[in-house]
């Protein structure tokens, strides 16, 4: 599997990275049979896996632990901290004290001295990012991390982290993980450029849409209800004006992906890969068929005519539902952040 240079740090990982997400109660509850799919990616050529803390309420990490038991130095393990891992307003966070304490609560369920690739989740707008950032450092300085990065941040605070970091003399983020596919474009407009900007990799997450791409949505299915749709209704909902947008589109795609003698899932991965600010594509398989169906995308080059189609059923930036972005800012959900008291 080809093999490219996180950023500018100089680490190379292969170009799809193993999601863990799928790993434990939120997907596969089986850990013998997840850790061998872990260990089937690593014998595929596969060479970064990513995880988080919240994922499944840390079992994912244990079972990624398990699974690079003698293998350990072969891996870039990465993994996130920022979701709640407790009742507590403080084990969650972007705070030093969480940060901290995610830290070796994670090393403990990974079964490791240290983490290579350590990100924020999300963004947090209450906390400065200098305490975030001041925290992470001195874990680097610990050597209990090895390289620092976020996931889903907007452009601005992107660009305000490298800011920090360098008037600050801090550790500065070296990875982006934002959600990308042929129907979440919208980081194309800046979140991609100016990644590239700072010499920053990118490891995308949900390059099939969650399941969108996965050729399972069609026009005219039989049945696309599903369990995510009872769970996560604005995303999977037809009803919604926006879903039903994307399932034309998937349609569309999946019709293209059969012209072109491809399998849709191929298609979806070829397509994150081919853009030049992204490292490596994130996969999360729940079962050993989904690795086996995503692992030969790595090796699929997709000609200027196959993606001059993909733009004219998703254009450029463009990114279908906005549900899909991952983060909404707080001034968009709370009316408090935008409009002005009344005077008196």
């Known amino acids: 599997m080809e093999t490219r240079t996180l950023g500018r740090t100089g680490l190379q990982v292969s170009s799809l ?18 850790v061998s799919i872990i260990r089937a990616a690593l014998d595929a050529g596969i060479t970064m896996i990513d995880t988080a803390d919240v994922y499944s309420g840390g079992e994912s990490e244990e079972i990624v632990g398990t699974a690079l038991s003698g293998r350990r130095d072969q891996v870039v393990l990465a993994t996130k901290f920022h979701g709640p891992m407790g009742p507590g307003p403080n084990e969650r966070g972007n705070s030093r004290r969480w940060i901290m304490q995610a830290c070796e609560a994670s090393l403990r369920r990974l079964g490791t001295d240290w983490i290579d690739l350590y990100q924020v989740h999300r963004p947090e707008p209450g906390t400065d990012i200098e305490e975030t950032l001041g925290a992470l450092s001195d874990l680097v300085h610990q050597g209990k991390v090895r390289y620092l990065g976020t996931s889903t941040f907007p452009p601005g605070r992107i660009v305000a982290a490298q800011w920090t970091a360098r008037h600050r003399h801090l550790e500065r983020f070296v990875c982006e993980q934002p959600p990308y596919s042929m129907l979440v474009r919208g980081v194309e407009a800046e979140v991609l450029p100016t990644c590239q900007e700072h010499g920053m990799g990118v490891i995308p997450w949900s390059p099939l849409a ?25 995303r999977y909902d037809l009803t919604i004006p926006a879903n039903q947008a994307k399932l034309q589109a998937a349609d569309a795609l999946a019709a293209l992906a059969e012209e072109s003698g491809l399998s849709l899932i191929h298609l979806a991965l070829a397509f994150v890969i081919r853009h030049p600010a992204v490292t490596a594509a994130i996969i999360g398989p729940r079962t050993r068929e989904h690795l ?3 692992l030969g995308a790595a090796d699929v080059v997709l000609s200027d005519d196959v993606l001059d189609a993909v733009d004219r059923i998703v254009p450029p930036g463009h990114t279908i ?14 009316p408090r952040l935008r409009r002005r008291p009344a005077p008196g």
């Open 292 to 294: 086996d169906s995503q």
């Open 17 to 34: 990275c193993l999601g863990a997400m799928m790993f434990g109660a939120w997907g596969n509850p089986d850990h013998d049979d997840a």
């Open 321 to 334: 539902a906005p549900g899909d972005a991952g983060w909404t800012p707080p001034a968009l959900v709370d």
């Open 210 to 234: 969650g399941g969108w791409l996965s050729g399972k949505w069609r026009q005219g299915a039989e049945d696309l209800t599903s369990r995510r749709a009872r769970r996560i209704p604005e």
